[in-house]
């Protein structure tokens, strides 16, 4: 025997692309907001002592947090599918959304490390660690 369903019931079903989109659009601004929260005291000692001023401190700290929110928001821009996804593929599409969060948050932390890495190396090397912007030191004659 043929069961009648209606269409209303089958879409209830379903995850709709645009609530699937907005739910990795929000993970992924939490999880940035809690990896930013979270590097903040280390990141923020660690300019301090490679930047010199409190106000380049401040623009590399702005900078870092705005790199952490937008690759992973591009990531999701960029690779996610709008589709209705059927109840029991929530998990895999929920899944496949995380995967693209985290891998832009790596590749933000990435960049921000090899660049306080290279300012840190740089340093170390002019032996100017606290006494300034280390681009700025070798003209001063420090």
Known sequence: MFLYVPNQQIQENNMSALTLFIAEIVSSAVIAVAVSRYLRPTLSDNLELL????????????????MLLI??????????QPRDIAADQVAD??????????????????????????????????????????????????
Not at 54 to 64: C, D, G, N, R
Request: proline content about 5%.
């Open 51 to 66: 930047c010199g001023s409190p106000q380049a401190k401040q623009f590399w700290l702005t900078f870092t947090h705005l």
């Open 71 to 80: 690759v992973p928001l591009l990531c999701v821009l960029l690779f996610s």
């Open 93 to 142: 599409a929920l899944r496949s959304g995380l995967l693209q969060i985290l891998l832009g948050i790596f590749a933000a932390l990435l960049s921000v490390g090899w660049n306080v890495w290279r300012f840190a190396d740089q340093a170390k090397r002019l032996d100017v660690r606290g006494a300034g912007n280390p681009a700025i030191a070798p003209i001063r004659g420090a």
